[in-house]
């Protein structure tokens, strides 16, 4: 049972509020592609990922979305959005992470947990291949940007 005004407490109110729904939208993408997701399903996709980026995926699971087999659902997806679904998840996912570095005072490893990585460890990695900083240096740039 959580106290009211606890620090956890103010940290799940946190979390609600920075939850990526429409994340997706952001990545804008190019419909009526040959090739490429109908409209209606790069919608639905889009708005699958955004619900459910944090937990593990298979690829049969989001291609099941659109009633695609796994190949075809990749061809298109990409053609779409132009990256592969995997890339547009670890997206979602650094995206949000990054927010909660920002906004919160959990620990990386919470963060890391939260948004949908296996352990701090990966979260560091593919923070540091795809944003060229680790997650505190994220965490201690965003600090510097607000004190100035």
């Keep these: 049972m959580r106290d009211v ?20 939208a952001v990545r804008q993408p190019a419909l009526n592609v040959k090739g490429g997701l109908s409209v ?22 989001i291609a099941a979305v659109c009633g695609l087999s796994s190949h075809h659902f990749v061809r298109a997806f990409s053609k779409t959005f132009g990256m592969p679904p995997h890339q547009y998840v670890l997206d979602l996912r650094l995206d949000f992470a990054e927010r909660l570095l920002a906004d919160s005072r959990m620990t990386i490893a919470d963060i890391a947990n939260l948004a949908g990585f296996s352990s701090q460890s990966h979260f560091t990695t593919v923070m540091k291949k795809y944003r060229q900083v680790t997650p505190l240096q994220a965490r201690m740039g965003k600090l510097n940007s607000k004190v100035r």
């Excluded at 005004?5 to 729904?21: D, H, N, R, V, Y």
């Excluded at 944090?54 to 690829?59: E, F, G, N, Q, V």
């Design 40 to 61: 209606r399903d790069a919608r639905r996709v889009e708005e699958f990922l955004g619900e459910n980026f944090s937990r593990k995926l298979a690829l049969a699971e």
């Design 5 to 24: 005004g606890s620090s956890t407490e103010i940290q799940f109110a946190e979390i609600e509020i920075l939850t990526p729904k429409a994340e997706a």
